[in-house]
């Protein structure tokens, strides 16, 4: 097997936030696939960053009273405490605040200048005059220019899915000062991604090349457009101050934008690697490199990974990533995480419970596949799946048979003549345990499929150890060979399922090293003409003393973790744990201005059922909701996709108003509008429904 040199990132967490359970699904799966790569010999680094820059920063900053580089100090030591828990192995973990990102940063600026693809416009913005500074779009908050709901952000609406700019909002107002903000015109930088030189290299690199998964190249083609049109629009990539970034050269006043430097992040923070172990950066960063660069992100941040990026690099002579590999979302219990129920569980909180990372790690690997699907985490099968497969069919084959070896034995496996009895039993028994499905497995992300295999091992290694008894043959005095063959045998397998599950369960595996007493495990790998008995621990190999690896868990563990989470449904402020810039929550609103009874009689209230429910094809926000209202049904299209499966709202009881005039949209005509909270901080949406006894057609008064 020929050795790779291959370079692997994750996105980089905002640093105005704590890491939870659902960030960590993407660090974990991007842990598993380096630890394999290392296993197999292969010269990996995997590096990753805080994003530090943009307004969220310098407002939390300034709240709490302290500096933006203080805050981003505290929080990074956050971060990796969390990382290090989770066993997430860095080789290097920077920040975007550093010399090296700047220079990389000025530098890419720089050359696409010389080529002609930055332009200056000026453009009008909303501006607060109370903080004195121009709003980014979810600073600004106001009633949807299509539907009129009512504290939609200033880029979309989250009941109609419609897209727009902050100066289309009805009645906006700063999110930050609740101050109603004025129109103001400043010049602002541009990457021309409309040049044609971006469009058609980004429609051969992302629409037709295979550097993406299917589903995100079939986005890319629906973003770009087919050959003849070209859908993109110029990238507005500078913000006016005060704003916590770095400068642009010669333009005082203006910064970075916050997306452009966060990818650069990426060669920041290894350059820093470089720079300390001596590697050469040109070697993974030229055009023309043999190392792979490989991008393991969220499919919300597809769109300035997949566009922006790579046509960055390209016209700054820099190479492009090898692959991007974009993860779905983590729901727990079927729902998104809600700090009501106790779900939205950080890191630290899981660790302080006392809860093994491993369990988790684990858990998360048996749900990955290569796609964009969202995953479970369903905290009943958490439970069951741990204690059935880690600790009732792995742990279990060596806590059943090591005692023996070491009371009996001394700790010495069996070796000459018993060893070549043992070698044939575990060719004639295990011939299908080859590394090379499990292997192909994990090299395609395809976690679940590894582990379904390697479970599959583990439960012939339990039917043969209980089919041989070694507990029975104990007792039988002239039966002393069979023993110690039947028990090495055991410590064998156990040997061999280890080295396939180290890239899940480094720190028990780490464990099982000591206690099997051997070097650290590699990947299993067999030529041709080997058999799975080559891959065994030599004969009379000497074990330690076994120690107990891992316990079950007990329900009232995962009760304790839910009630430590749980929280009232009170405001929650700035410092809600967010994952990107562009994802930053802000404050609960203030109550809307005082309105007259008779106002609100115009608006006519209905029960209503929901007799049917549906995704809407190429919708991202939107489900089709079918209604009976008693006397008729209605069509409405609600943006609460990211909050419900079609299937939970099936045969509920909800809110609508019956007398919205019908709207038009691009999936087809809304009869109305289904009432729901949420839209907070929290990001939470919540289905309004009735007490029993409501009914169809009624009037809500």
């Known amino acids: 097997m020929s050795k790779r040199k291959i370079l692997v990132t994750s996105a980089l967490p905002y640093a105005n936030g704590s890491i939870h359970l659902g960030h960590l699904v ?23 960053a805080d994003d530090t820059h943009g307004t969220p920063i310098m407002l939390r900053a300034e709240k709490e009273g302290i500096t933006p580089e203080a805050l981003i100090a505290r929080v990074h030591s956050e971060h990796l405490g969390d990382f290090n828990g989770f066993h997430i192995q860095f080789d290097n973990y ?33 501006y607060d005059p109370v903080k004195n500074m121009f709003l980014p779009d979810r600073f600004v908050k106001g009633e949807c220019p299509k539907c009129s709901a009512k504290d939609q952000y200033g880029d979309s609406c989250e009941v109609c899915g419609a897209a727009y700019t902050p100066t289309e909002l009805k009645n906006p107002y700063s999110a930050v000062s609740g101050a109603k903000p004025i129109s103001k015109f400043s010049e602002h930088y541009f990457f021309n991604l409309s040049d044609s030189r971006c469009v058609d290299f980004l429609r051969h690199w992302a629409c037709e090349g295979d550097h993406l998964q299917p589903e995100a190249a079939n986005k890319m083609r629906e ?19 005060p704003y916590f970034g770095f400068e642009i050269p010669d333009v005082p006043g203006k910064y970075f934008y916050v997306w452009l430097d966060a990818p650069v992040g990426y060669m920041g923070s290894f350059k820093n690697l470089c720079e300390r172990e001596k590697i050469q950066f040109d070697e993974f960063w030229q055009p023309q490199s043999d190392a792979e660069l490989y991008h393991f992100i969220g499919k919300d941040i597809l769109y300035f990974h997949a566009l922006f990026w790579p046509a960055m690099l390209q016209n700054a002579k820099y190479r492009t990533p090898t692959k991007i590999f974009a993860h779905g979302f983590l729901t727990v219990n079927g729902e998104k995480m809600s700090k009501s129920r106790g779900t939205f569980i950080t890191a630290e909180s899981y660790l302080r419970q006392g809860l093994n990372p491993e369990w988790l790690r684990y858990y998360y690997a048996a749900k990955l596949n290569s796609t964009l699907e969202d995953i479970d985490l369903n905290l009943e099968d958490f439970v ?94 002239d039966r002393t060979d069979d023993l110690q063959r039947t028990c090495s045998l055991g410590i064998q397998l156990f040997y061999l399922l280890s080295r396939y599950l180290k890239p899940i369960l480094p720190g028990t595996v780490q464990q099982i090293e000591a206690f099997l007493n051997c070097a650290p495990l590699t990947w299993p790998q067999l030529n041709d003409d080997q058999t799975v008995s080559d891959l ?99 069509m409405v299209f609600a943006g609460i ?61």
């Open 384 to 477: 069951a799946r741990v204690n059935s497969d880690l600790v009732g069919k792995f742990i279990n084959i060596a806590s059943r048979c090591a005692g023996f070896i070491s009371k009996r034995f001394a700790g010495r496996l069996v070796d000459g003549a018993q060893y070549h009895v043992l070698q044939k039993m575990v060719n004639e028994h295990f011939a299908t345990w080859r590394p090379a499905v499990i292997e192909q497995a994990f090299e395609a992300r395809e976690f679940s499929a590894a582990i379904r295999q390697i479970m599959k091992f583990a439960d012939e290694a339990n039917e043969m150890i209980h089919e041989l008894a070694p507990w029975e043959i104990a007792k039988n005095p």
């Open 94 to 126: 920077y920040s975007t605040h550093s010399a090296e990102t700047r220079h990389f940063s000025e530098d890419i600026y720089a050359k696409l200048k010389t080529a002609g693809l930055i332009t200056v416009r000026s453009i009008e913005q909303l």
């Open 223 to 241: 973003w770009v457009g087919e050959a003849g049109e070209n859908k993109l629009s110029d990238w507005d990539i500078s913000r006016d101050a």
């Open 536 to 634: 065994l621990l030599p004969a009379g190999h000497i074990i330690n003393i076994y120690q107990h690896l891992m316990t079950r868990i007990d329900s009232k563990q995962i009760e304790a973790l839910t009630a430590a989470n749980t929280q009232s449904l009170a405001p929650v402020t700035q410092n809600t744990p967010v994952r990107h810039a562009e994802k930053q929550q802000h404050a609960i609103v203030p109550i809307a201005e005082t309105i007259s009874i008779d106002d609100f009689s115009k608006i006519d209230l209905r029960i209503a059922k929901i007799v049917n429910a549906e995704h809407v094809p190429g919708a991202e926000k939107l489900l089709k909701l079918t209604l009976d209202i008693g006397s008729e049904q209605r």
């Open 641 to 701: 996709k990211s909050a419900y499966d079609p299937e939970q709202l099936k045969g509920r009881l909800t809110v609508m108003v019956a007398n919205l005039a019908p709207r038009q949209m691009k999936f087809g005509l809304s009869e109305g509008m289904v009432l729901a909270a949420g839209g907070g901080n929290s990001g939470e949406l919540f289905i309004l429904s009735p007490d029993t006894g409501a009914q169809p057609g009624m009037r809500v008064k």
């Open 26 to 48: 993407e660090y974990i799966q991007t842990d598993i696939w380096v630890r394999f790569q290392k296993m197999r010999g292969h010269t990996v680094y995997y590096v990753c």
